[in-house]
């Protein structure tokens, strides 16, 4: 039973429009989440985070946005460049990383446009 | 470049065979971290070693072993391999113990497995 879902396997948008990426999961102990970008031939690397305390974290181009009572996260990226174009990962964690490990989600393949 | 080498890149064996999988961290990283990404799946997390020794074990099969070794390297063999053990085996590492503080895990390129 997947913990963390993404289901929408992809996602095309136009450069210079928001992309959102969407998140749900099932565990109501996870109280972490994190968003990994991937490209092609490479491993993941860490996006952003936020923690259950915040319903928002910003980080230039990218907010994270937890609605915990729906159990969704999701992630805008505005505006979208090329550059963007990538698969992304959602993943959770429980107490703030410190216990468990971290569940991901199937990922997202993002195509930004020109 | 994240700092974290695995090698190979590229694997292709028959099932029932054993592969040997090696990661070299970021230098001063204690942890490495094992993860495995079948086709349209998610990454699975496998295995964490913190300074040469075992710190959490997530979905790894009876089959997989790993280890790390005095200068930090660590390796992940699978043996008797069947055909939905290929995938991509990834390695992260970080300078910290925690097993799921994920955004002090650096990624490496990945090492693809291909059973036949």
């Known amino acids: 039973d997947q913990q963390v879902k993404q289901n929408s396997p992809s996602l095309s948008v136009q450069e210079g429009r928001i992309s959102i990426l969407n998140c749900d999961y099932t565990?109501?102990?996870?109280?972490?989440f994190l968003w990994y970008k991937k490209y092609p031939a490479e491993g993941p690397t860490f996006l952003i985070s936020i923690s259950s305390i915040k319903d928002k974290n910003e980080d230039g181009r990218f907010t994270v946005f937890l609605n915990k009572s729906a159990k969704h996260l999701s992630l805008h990226i505005v505006p979208s460049q090329p550059g963007d174009s990538a698969v992304y990962f959602c993943a959770a964690s429980a107490q703030g990383g410190s216990q468990g490990n971290l569940i991901f989600g199937k990922g997202t393949k993002l195509s930004v446009k020109p | 470049d994240s700092g974290v080498t695995q090698t190979p890149k590229h694997l292709i064996t028959a099932t029932g065979q054993r592969v040997t999988l090696r990661c070299s961290p970021r230098s001063g990283d204690l942890s490495v971290y094992w993860y495995q990404q079948s086709l349209d799946q998610g990454l699975q997390f496998l295995i964490q070693?913190?300074?040469?020794?075992?710190?959490a074990k997530g979905n790894i099969l009876e089959r997989f072993s790993a280890q790390q070794f005095p200068d930090l390297h660590s390796e992940l063999n699978l043996s008797s391999l069947e055909l939905g053990d290929s995938a991509l085996y990834f390695c992260a590492s970080s300078a910290s113990p925690r097993t799921a503080w994920g955004d002090t895990q650096y990624f490496g390129p990945g090492t693809r497995l291909t059973v036949l």
């Open positions: 070693y913190y300074n040469g020794e075992e710190r």
């Open positions: 565990n109501s102990m996870f109280d972490y």
